[in-house]
């Protein structure tokens, strides 16, 4: 909390200091995701408010692998029709990266269909498309079939050239950057995907790490980039919205970073 406060601070006293002098403020980095409170903090979380660091995550781990529901890799169409249904069209989905409205009844292989992306590709910890992590809702989007494929299993870092109908995604040979208004999404269901698979339930333990070419270790970069883009892209109605109906409905767990974006940096 300490740090936060002084970075923020930091943040005002440059900004002012460039208004004073009559010269352009610099570009400041978004600031720390703030503390949020949540009608589950006193029920779902309550092991886990309050705790840092290792405890913090081991606690979430926990909480977010009890009493879960699994569905299949078929059943994902349908749920996906559900979680990410286009709030102004309830015949459409809208599609992660590009942004695009689509019609829920395009979903399939081809050219202007959408399929079923996983966010945390399925190479990286090798769970394929079994039930487990290869139909985890929390990380699973509707995307177009073409921008999904230029996805493929590429680690996510900023940088490289305009992914054509990727709605300002980016890409270059190792990595991909989606547009802005999906950044925060992406590494948030990265991280939930962290702390949900320890390795303990006969698949890989997931984590963040520092790199691109992952390739098929059970790990996925650049973290620091993941961090920035949770604090530059909060959660927003629609991602709340999709926790609260896996919740419900299907898993009947909740993604604890679009909850609290903070525990974030609490924990890396
Ligand atoms: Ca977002
Ligand atoms: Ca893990």
Avoid: C
């Amino acid at each position: 909390m300490l740090a936060t406060r002084i970075r923020r601070w930091k943040s005002v006293a440059l900004a002012t200091t460039a208004v004073l002098v009559g010269i352009t403020a610099p570009t400041l980095t978004a600031s720390p995701a703030a503390a949020t409170t949540t009608a589950y903090d006193s029920t779902y979380y309550k092991n886990a408010v309050g705790k840092t660091g290792t405890s913090l995550k081991s606690s979430l781990h926990t909480i977010i692998s009890a009493n879960v529901s699994k569905i299949s890799y078929s059943a994902v169409w349908n749920a996906l029709k559900v979680t990410d249904q286009d709030p102004n069209n309830s015949s459409n989905v809208i599609l992660l990266y590009s942004g695009v409205s689509r019609s829920k009844s395009l979903n399939g292989g081809d050219v202007g269909d959408w399929n079923r992306e996983h966010v945390w590709a399925k190479s990286h910890g090798d769970f394929g498309e079994v039930t487990g992590p290869g139909t985890d809702l929390h990380h699973l989007r509707p995307a177009d079939v073409t921008v999904n494929s230029i996805r493929g299993n590429k680690d996510f870092d900023n940088g490289g050239s305009t992914v054509s109908g990727g709605g300002g995604s980016l890409t270059d040979s190792d990595s991909f950057e989606p547009r802005d208004a999906d950044k925060g999404d992406v590494a948030r269901m990265i991280l939930y995907m962290a702390v949900r698979y320890d390795g303990g339930d006969g698949f890989a333990d997931l984590e963040p790490n520092e790199k691109v070419n992952n390739g098929s270790n059970p790990y996925i970069g650049k973290l620091s980039v993941l961090k920035q883009w949770n604090d530059e892209d909060p959660p927003s109605a629609f991602e709340e919205k999709r926790n609260q109906t896996i919740y419900d409905t299907y898993q009947h767990n909740r993604n604890p970073f679009i909850d609290h974006p903070e525990w974030v940096e609490a924990i890396w």
